[in-house]
């Protein structure tokens, strides 16, 4: 996906937002971090351009709610940073890959401990496989078939490939 | 014909060094000192000594056999073996026993348990204050009627300056030495290590050398106007051995002891909490080490004696504020001498068999003259050889060792007691 | 396994990393429902052979925010008072399975014993007059939500250094992290030998005041007096207490700091605790945070040794 490839699939995936919640009425955005961050926000100003609507934007990071802690390093990456209610909000979570899965489980776990979400929606702006959850995204950028071995890295000129680095 | 014959060997005791075989007769004592004794044809035991140095031996001014009251540490059999291993014939019981030894009746009994033993000669001191509490004298004269040549309460000092004035002048007639565990309780109360920038940085309160040294300053004025034979026991700053030194320079007749691990570890060994490095008087700094060496080599101190004070592991294992002080030494006291002073062997000897028996009159048994004659009390020695300590490798019941794993020179290979070998090739075999 | 017995163990870093995980915790703290699942599964033992129920409580609520399972070995009412051994007791916690030791002993030394015994983490819950750790490391957090860093920041702590436990741990992290600190004290209570200790040591409180950014006050133990330590508490208060006409004279942006419990009316006076620079209580909610990064530092952070690889999650 080159950086043009990005700002068409965000703008996709903001109509879809707006399509399938009928308008942006207590919609909010929540990163995950790191990696959700910009795509989020990205997501944002184009809601704004289509609805004029400046949808909250949060952030999660799910390090404490992981299932691998005690398996390998885990450290939180950044705050969790989430100003707004979550009780009755139709929350859409955003990160950049979906793999496994665990992360949005993880992800899923630590947002109920905000509250009590309308419905919660998942955003994603490559999904590579090899889910190993019975999860699924609402929104996707793009499905990029991979290897198990490989590395998926979503940065602002574009989404690249490579072998993983073990 | 000689019982037993140590071939090979080289003699160092008070009247020099020679080349020469010992003959020891079946009554205990020396038949010859000659060159070349051939017991071929004798039945006589052969020991052999090539190599080795062949000394008077050993005498600790300081052994605690804690027998009796705790013989789950040790006991007068289990302390003296360990004396035997390090090349000892005579040791002096501490008083510091439950019940304390301050009656005719815990003399008799301690030396019959050392006779019994028969691994070394058991002399035993008594307290200078009944139950060491520091009020009222023991009966001096009566006890050292008994055998007794040294008065102490050990564990700690005499406090009140006005008893132990009474206890020098009343023990002056007596012929026994007046030793002093020099500590004042005022200044040394609640401390648990010497008090310097370890025990600051680790939060353990501390015993400052005053503590040691104004005992030290006040037995020494003592000793001058009573005339008693003051004796120090285990020296550990560089302040009391100058007071020492000033005194003797003086001309007063007093002695003082230095321990094995005063002039080997500093308080720097405690930073890891390990209380069997908690001793008292407590290791110091590496200035009171050098000077406690320096003490030994020009004369200030006058014997090296170990404090061997057993342990249980259980009561080492305690807080270190809640740990009874004290650590292992008998089987260690040569080869620690060798490896860590630079003084020629013969003064090391010197340092641990006949100066140590002139302190408590026994040096017509111990020490001194390896002569036809007199009793065959000593050891064999390979100034030479390396080991590795194991604490585990001990006649003691405890462990309390603070040398695990350090490589020392020096080793006692046979110990001969009146004319029996009690170790032979490092192994205790009585 | 790891350990957080003293500060110079962790290094400038690692207080560092202790810091920032602490970040994420205060937040999780802020959270309608303050816990996370993260130490499911872990049992944290807290073992106090010393009274100090503020920070067991500090300690447990960490734990059970963390999710982790608590066990609370009361000492007053167990067989340690017969005569058990800290050894047997450890052994006999050690087989009912356990992560982490939680340790108060009114010896110096003891959790170092308890760590050579022990396959669980030992944290150091302040033993004797030498270490409090956590303490440091929520003083030093606290300091710089206030102070942004602490580099070439100027620390005076003032009172009871000898006997503390708190100071010997505060000198080192501050220091570790570029303040320079003064000590503030009469003779009798500062440790004897100061050599190699990062410090200036000055005698009047005064003379400092005007520059200083925190001011850290140390609980004036009434036992002192029998010692003879100090000759009274109104002369003490008096050379070292601070008032509000004290309290006036520090700079704009100055912090006061205590360990608690505080004695008022000694090292400081009644009317002044809820002055806006006076940080105690920020320093106890500070506290649970900064204890829960550190059993997360301890338990959660690394791999457990003895697990296999598993698949990595994206």
């Known amino acids: 996906m080159t950086a043009d490839d990005l700002r068409r699939a965000t703008w996709r995936m903001a109509h879809e937002i707006v399509e399938r919640n009928h308008g942006l009425d207590g919609v909010v955005l929540v990163a995950l971090q790191t990696g959700g961050v910009p795509i989020a926000e990205a997501l944002a100003a184009a809601l704004l351009e289509i609805e004029g609507v400046d949808v909250p934007v949060g952030s999660l990071d799910v390090a404490f709610y992981r299932d691998d802690i005690g398996l390998r390093p885990v450290l939180p990456e950044a705050v969790t940073d989430i100003a707004f209610a979550i009780d009755g909000a139709v929350v859409v979570l955003v990160d950049d890959v979906l793999f496994t899965g665990r992360t949005i489980r993880a992800a899923l776990n630590a947002l109920a401990d905000y509250g009590r979400a309308r419905a919660v929606q998942l955003a994603v702006m490559v999904d590579r496989g090899h889910r190993e959850l019975p999860i699924r995204p609402d929104f996707v950028g793009k499905n990029l078939p991979t290897r198990r071995d490989e590395v998926v890295d979503v940065a602002d000129d574009g989404v690249d490939l490579g072998e993983m680095v073990k | ?430 | 396994m790891k350990h957080l017995l003293a500060i110079d163990e962790l290094g400038a870093d690692g207080i560092a990393e202790i810091h920032r995980l602490a970040d994420a915790f205060v937040e999780v703290n802020r959270r309608p429902i303050p816990k996370v699942p993260t130490l499911r599964g872990r049992t944290v033992v807290s073992l106090f052979f010393e009274d100090s129920t503020r920070t067991r409580l500090s300690f447990e609520t960490a734990a059970k925010r963390l999710s982790a399972d608590t066990m609370t070995f009361s000492v007053g009412t167990s067989s340690v008072k017969k005569g058990e051994s800290v050894r047997d007791t450890i052994e006999t916690i050690e087989a009912m399975g356990i992560d982490a030791i939680v340790v108060r002993h009114g010896s110096a030394g003891v959790p170092w014993q308890i760590a050579r015994w022990s396959s669980a983490a030992v944290i150091n819950a302040g033993d004797g007059w030498h270490q409090h750790p956590t303490q440091a490391l929520l003083d030093t957090y606290t300091a710089l939500g206030h102070l942004g860093s602490l580099d070439g920041r100027r620390v005076a702590i003032v009172g009871d250094i000898k006997h503390s436990r708190v100071a010997r741990s505060n000198i080192a992290a501050f220091t570790l992290l570029g303040a320079e600190v003064v000590l503030v004290a009469p003779r009798t209570l500062l440790p004897p030998d100061l050599t190699d200790w990062p410090v200036r040591v000055v005698s009047d409180l005064d003379g400092v005041l005007g520059d200083v950014d925190v001011l850290y006050l140390l609980r004036m133990q009434r036992e002192r007096m029998t010692e003879s330590l100090v000759p009274s508490l109104r002369e003490y208060a008096r050379r070292f207490g601070l008032d509000r006409e004290r309290a006036a004279r520090l700079g704009d942006g100055a912090i006061v700091m205590h360990p608690g419990p505080m004695n008022r009316g000694v090292e400081i006076a009644g009317d002044i605790t809820e002055l806006p620079n006076v940080v105690v209580t920020e320093q106890v909610a500070n506290g649970v945070a900064v204890r829960m990064a550190v059993l997360f530092w301890l338990l959660g952070a690394d791999p457990v040794p003895t697990h296999e690889e598993e698949p990595a999650d994206a």
């Open chain 2, 1 to 430: 014909m000689p019982e037993l014959v140590i071939r090979g060997g080289t003699v160092i005791d008070a009247d020099g060094e020679r080349r020469v075989d010992v003959a020891v007769a079946a009554d205990g004592t020396i038949a010859a000192v000659e060159p070349e004794i051939d017991a071929t044809g004798t039945g006589a035991t052969v020991v052999d000594a090539a190599g080795c140095v062949v000394a008077p031996g050993f005498v600790d001014l300081h052994t605690h056999l804690r027998e009796p009251g705790k013989e789950e540490a040790e006991t007068i059999e289990s302390g003296t073996r360990c004396a035997a291993r390090g090349g000892y014939t005579a040791v002096v019981a501490m008083p510091n026993t439950t019940p304390a030894i301050d009656s005719a009746a815990v003399v008799r009994q301690v030396l019959d348990a050392g006779r019994a033993a028969g691994l070394v000669d058991v002399h035993t001191s008594a307290a200078i204050t009944i139950e060491r509490a520091g009020e009222h004298l023991t009966p001096m004269a009566e006890l050292a009627a008994l055998g007794v040549k040294l008065f102490t309460d050990d564990g700690a000092g005499v406090q009140d300056d006005r008893l132990m004035r009474r206890a020098m002048e009343y023990g002056a007639d007596l012929d026994v030495a007046l030793a002093q565990h020099c500590e004042v309780e005022a200044l040394a109360a609640g401390g648990h290590m010497h008090e310097g920038a370890w025990s600051s940085r680790l939060g353990i309160p501390g015993i400052p050398v005053e503590a040691e040294e104004l005992m030290v300053a006040r037995d020494l004025a003592l000793a001058r106007r009573t005339g008693a034979r003051a004796h120090f026991q285990h020296l550990s700053t560089v302040g009391s051995v100058e007071l020492v030194r000033a005194a003797k320079a003086a001309g007063q007749q007093v002695t003082a002891e230095a321990t094995t691990h005063h002039f080997t570890l500093t308080d720097a060994c405690c930073a890891a909490y390990d209380a069997v490095f908690k001793v008292n008087p407590p290791l110091r700094t590496a200035e009171d080490v050098a000077a406690i060496k320096v003490g030994l080599a020009d004369g200030t101190i006058d014997a090296i004696a170990t404090d061997h004070a057993p342990h249980t592991t259980e009561s080492k294992e305690l807080p270190f504020d809640q740990a009874p002080p004290g650590m292992l030494g008998l089987e260690t006291a040569l080869a620690l001498a060798i490896t860590e002073l630079d003084l020629p062997l013969a003064q090391i000897i010197g340092l641990l068999s006949w100066r140590p028996a002139a302190i408590v009159g026994i040096d017509d048994d111990h020490g001194g003259h390896l002569v036809p004659g007199r009793a065959a009390n000593l050891c064999v020695i390979d100034p030479a050889a390396t080991w590795v300590v194991d604490p585990d490798a001990t006649a003691s019941r405890s462990r309390n060792n603070p040398y695990a794993g350090r490589t020392l020179t020096g080793r006692v290979r046979h110990t001969i007691y009146r004319g029996t070998p009690t170790v032979l090739d490092g192994e205790a075999c009585r």
